[in-house]
């Protein structure tokens, strides 16, 4: 028959195995998330939402789904020049943000370094703020979880094998 303690000891042993399989895939989607934070980047987005018509579900669908082309996150602010403004999406800065980068002006676009720019017009302005993806923290706190479960399953079985004298 089967000891059930033994059968608990191997399957932490196998979670602390394959932990290590979602740290690594998370850190090449951050790398790769990382690469994509450039003005290249930021000015392909802000020129999709200069084309899009600027209604509220249209702008955020863009956004999700060049967050999860680009492997970035993805934030856009419009402001109105009536004193409205609306924000869609949020972003994980990279690197220092209080660094003053003098913008590099072309005609009504401005790059405020490489993960900002912006667009003026008449009748609004558009801030695109690009930064590190999501997705790689929540992979690699799957990974982490899995180590820490594997850990608990060794120690619970070591335990419950002493302690019930097996």
């Known amino acids: ?3 059930k303690y033994v059968v608990l000891m191997y399957l932490g042993a196998i979670l602390i ?9 998370a850190y090449q989607v951050s790398s790769v998330s990382y690469n994509n934070v450039n003005a290249t980047t930021c000015l392909t987005v802000l ?6 018509s600027l209604s509220g579900n249209e702008v955020n ?12 996150s993805i934030e856009v602010r419009i402001y ?5 403004s609306v924000t869609y999406g949020s972003f994980i800065p990279i690197g ?5 980068i003098t913008p ?21 302005i558009i801030y695109v703020f690009i930064g590190q993806a999501y997705q790689p923290l929540y992979i690699f706190g799957v990974g982490v979880t899995l180590l820490i479960l594997g850990l608990v399953l060794i120690i619970l079985s ?9």
């Open 1 to 3: 028959m089967v000891n």
């Open 17 to 25: 195995v394959v932990s290590p399989i979602p740290m690594y895939y």
């Open 61 to 72: 669908d863009l956004v999700n789904h060049l967050e999860r082309v680009l492997l970035v």
């Open 158 to 166: 070591d335990y419950l094998k002493d302690r019930l004298g097996v």
């Open 80 to 84: 109105y020049m009536n004193g409205s």
């Open 96 to 100: 220092p943000t209080s660094v003053f």
């Open 47 to 52: 020129h999709r939402v200069i084309n899009a």
């Open 104 to 124: 590099a002006v072309s005609g009504s676009i401005e790059v405020f370094g490489r993960s900002a720019c912006a667009y003026a017009d008449q009748n609004y």
